[in-house]
């Protein structure tokens, strides 16, 4: 027992520079995930893309992940590979994903358009575009999620039985810097080069950075495994297909799962779409609109990690999901209302979708490491995600269909980056009321998930940090 005291999860400063390294690649990540968030409308005019087009790009997130079921496969490799392995392996995979994603942007693959035949000759050329895009992120979108879950499963390793739920915090908010930059730097970015693809081209770089951070992650975790071998702890029992029929039989997981997806489609489609419509519903220029969505991230990294030291001291797991669904609600109920269009209001209601997005996050990721042993956590994050991207696929496909069909009130002319070009005018009414209603079905699951955690004892409600 006393060579396990001296091992470095037992080193607080090699916690947290563990913690450092891994959360700074996820703020990478994140800053490539969201580059073109803030550019709908540039995209839409220098590239000819309708709502429904954008709609498509975004939603290529999760093609891979869900149709093909490579979150599920990806937990398997964490399972059986390591974290090392599949953390190098997912790095990597972002950044093939990224460069397509750039090729398409950037107009490199507009002349080979021409040369494809047969049904894709079908696809209107704008559209085309946007497919090569999609596909882009989709190959992103394999590498993102699998390094969310390998992240994950490191720090619970690191941290089970400290300070879990404020390590987890911390990581999810260094990613949520990356989202914020990406909010408020690619239109500056692009002014200053001319390039509408620059965003992409400078989170490449970031990434490739992140991947030499996380090299260095790598060489601290094979110390640890080294001692604890040495020390005569025992592996982890390796991955089993069994493994998906035990987690599956587990209802917690399931309402865990649905609040998940259920959540997270109400905020980071909403992220997607949010510069466009504060410009269109609060008559701010596009240039300094991102800064107001950044509001969200900047909050989520200030106050995560509140809610996650909370948890981790006093328990109440259940009950601060809960209390975030039910501001999540509120919300997106706020921004539906038309006549509520002053520039503090926006101000204010990202601020309150920002603790939100603070509190549910905070004490879920943790939640399912009380409920799920570790040895079979890769794989449960890795279900948990797939069900999710469902959402993260879906559900901004549907907002940019939905803006098409029911949403458009006119055009206007408009000088973008000095060029006059004809910008669609939307009301985003109905797609906040969309979003509300996911939120509503949130709070749902938050109770059912309580009254589980009851009726069976997984301790959600109880402090992580055992004394």
Partial sequence: MQELKKSLRDSKSARWIM??????????????TDAMAPLQERLQANLSWSASDYGLFTSGYGWFNVFLLMLVFSGMILDKMGVRFTGILAI????????????????HFHGMFELTIGSWQMIGPTTKSAVVAGFGFAVFGVGCEMFG?????????????KEMALAIGLNTSTGRIGTALA????????????????????????????????????????????????????ADEEFKFADIIEIGRNRAFWYITALCVLFYSAVFPFI????????????????????????LPFSALLLTPVFGSMFDKKGKGATIMIIGSILLVCVHLLFAIPSLNSFPIA?????????????????????????????????????????QNWGLMGVPL???????????????????????????????????LIFACFGMLAIVFSFLLKAEDRKKGYGLEKPNIKK
């Fill in 92 to 107: 990597a995979i972002m950044l093939i994903g990224g460069f397509i994603k750039y090729l398409a942007i950037s107009g």
């Fill in 347 to 387: 101000i204010g209601l990202v601020i309150v979708l920002g603790i939100a997005f603070s509190m549910v996050p905070s004490a879920m990721w943790p939640s399912i490491a009380k409920i799920i042993p570790e040895s079979k956590l890769g794989t449960a994050y890795a279900m948990t995600f797939w069900v």
């Fill in 183 to 234: 909010m408020f730097t690619p239109i500056p970015l692009i002014k200053l080069t001319g390039d509408i693809s620059m965003p992409v081209i400078v989170a490449l770089f970031l990434l490739g950075i992140g991947m030499l951070v996380f090299v260095l992650f790598t060489f601290m975790d094979r110390k640890l495994d080294q001692e604890e071998a040495d020390a005569g702890v025992p």
């Fill in 272 to 295: 997607k779409y949010a510069t466009n419509m504060i410009v269109q519903k609060f008559g701010i220029s596009d240039s300094f609109a991102g800064y107001i969505p950044a509001l």
């Fill in 398 to 432: 549907l907002i940019g269909i939905v803006l098409d069909k029911y949403c458009i009130t006119g055009t206007i002319n408009k000088m973008v980056d000095g060029k006059e070009q004809v910008i669609t005018q939307y009301n985003y009414m109905i797609p906040m």
């Fill in 149 to 161: 879950i390998a992240a994950n499963k490191a720090v619970v390793r690191w941290f089970r039985g």
């Fill in 19 to 32: 913690l450092g390294l891994v959360s700074f690649t996820m703020m990478c990540m994140y800053y490539l």
